[in-house]
């Protein structure tokens, strides 16, 4: 979360450094300054479009990843306690396993 707090922040500063450089060139009227202008808020204009679309659909695969186990521990719920209880045992098993070669090493050293 903070990490895209960052990014968010990030942005905010870009598009309002943008603004104010806008702001300080409105005064100046020339064709090709005017041209540039242009560019630049039709740019700037896409760019928060699509900022905020990829927020949006980033929030939503968030969203929907969260919710997907917990929809598929309500549909087979023996099925997750199995599945649970081979990671269970697995890890249990690698643990035993490493303490017995630290146990091994000990005592052959």
């Known amino acids: 979360m903070k990490h895209s707090a960052k990014k968010d922040a990030f942005f ?5 450094s943008v ?10 009227d020339s064709p090709d300054i ?18 905020q679309d990829t927020a949006h659909y980033a929030n939503e695969q968030v969203t929907n990843s969260l919710r997907w186990p917990g929809e598929r521990m309500r549909e087979s719920p ?3 306690a199995g599945i649970a209880a081979v990671v269970g045992i697995g890890i249990g098993a690698l643990l035993t396993k490493s303490r017995g070669d630290q146990q091994y090493s000990k005592r052959h050293s």
Request: net charge positive; charged share 35%.
């Open 12 to 16: 905010d500063d870009l598009v309002e």
């Open 19 to 28: 603004d104010d450089l806008l702001k300080r060139i409105s005064d100046i």
């Open 34 to 51: 005017n041209k540039i202008r242009s560019k630049v808020q039709i740019a700037l204009s896409a760019a928060k479009s699509a900022w």
């Open 78 to 80: 023996w099925r997750t």
